[in-house]
């Protein structure tokens, strides 16, 4: 099932190795790829500050996702298949409503407290594994939710 595509790629692989190089080399190509960060002397306290919530929030957003299934199946092992996926429903409903609640709200208020909702929905979330159960672990969901909308709304 998989050697079709292997092959298709060892093809392709062949074909750009021995195809000419249709852009003339300039000075300095290779330093012009090395990533740089700048930002103006009075916008970095307020892009620190921004940026914390937002490496918070997708942190706790990689943490989710490759976990939630598997700490459902863990905390209610009879539960149905989908019980997994309805997690991820429970954070994606929460941040649109959280959207809608907050439309109104000033930008920093809501990052503010987007940042505040992070470590009671990690906490929420891994309380799940010391029988607290289910309701726990969608609890931890929806404050994910409610904290990944209100952080984000500050980037916009």
Known sequence: MYAVPAVLFAVQT???TFTAETAR????ALRSLRPGLAAPPAARRALLLADTG???VWALGGFCSSLWPA???LVAPGAPQAAGGMVFFTLTAAAA?????LRR????VAATGGSLAVVPATASTLS???DAGLPAVYGGAALAGIAFDAVSRRCV
């Open 128 to 130: 799940g594994l010391h």
């Open 71 to 73: 700490l459902v199946r």
């Open 97 to 101: 409503l959280t959207v809608w609640a």
């Open 54 to 56: 937002v490496v918070a």
């Open 14 to 16: 062949a074909a750009v």
């Open 105 to 108: 709200t000033a930008p920093h």
């Open 25 to 28: 080399p300039h000075a300095g």
